[in-house]
């Protein structure tokens, strides 16, 4: 009798689409979405390593970031993302996303806005968005896409759709990559 088996690994259960905040072709063989949260130490080393595998792979590999703040555990992660997207809102996510784990250890309020400042932001609609929570319902829904995918800690990676549930060193998770890469 032949078995059959299936992949039983968590899958990404809402697709990348142009909500999210992308780096990368949409042409890329291979789609890394994160699900991190801008407190978290371990998110912090995973910072680099993302890259350094941006770095490696180039036009091969589209990163997408998705908010995951664990307010249990971090009083100013929800802040910091919403942060995130309102920066987003004005075309600089990434700019922010990068000084948010860069200045991980100062993330308050008065933080937030001087980071704004420094990117290039107008401070007056940031400082109103975060006061109004205006992006509090977009963080919500990348956090309960992140648990109908199966997450339940930060970061979590996701190759290709398919939860990666290997270390996320630069080597093994470049291994995983590479390997998606060749058999999308």
């Not at 109103?128 to 829904?141: I, M, N, S, T, W």
């Not at 996320?168 to 990559?177: G, N």
Request: proline share 5%.
């Amino acid at each position: 009798m032949a078995t059959h088996t299936t992949n039983t690994k968590p899958q990404l259960t809402l697709p990348v689409t142009e909500r999210d905040h992308i780096q990368g072709p949409a042409t890329a063989p291979v789609t890394l979405v994160e699900y991190g949260d801008y407190q978290c130490p371990y998110c912090l080393q995973a910072y680099p390593i993302m890259i350094d595998i941006q770095e490696h792979m180039g036009d091969r590999m589209r990163l997408v970031f998705r908010n995951f703040p664990l307010t249990t555990l971090h009083s100013h992660a929800q802040h910091a993302a919403e942060a995130a997207e309102a920066a987003g809102a004005q075309g600089k996510f990434w700019e922010m996303h990068d000084y948010l784990f860069e200045h991980q250890d100062h993330l308050d309020d008065a933080a937030l806005l001087r980071y704004a400042a420094e990117i290039g932001l107008d401070v007056e609609r940031f400082s109103r968005d975060l006061k109004e929570h205006k992006f509090a319902a977009r963080v919500k829904e990348d956090f309960q896409s992140g648990i109908r995918s199966g997450v339940n800690g930060t970061p979590t990676f996701f190759i290709n759709g398919v939860r990666h549930d290997g270390a996320w060193d630069l080597e093994t998770l470049t291994a995983a990559i590479l390997a998606a890469a060749e058999h999308p």
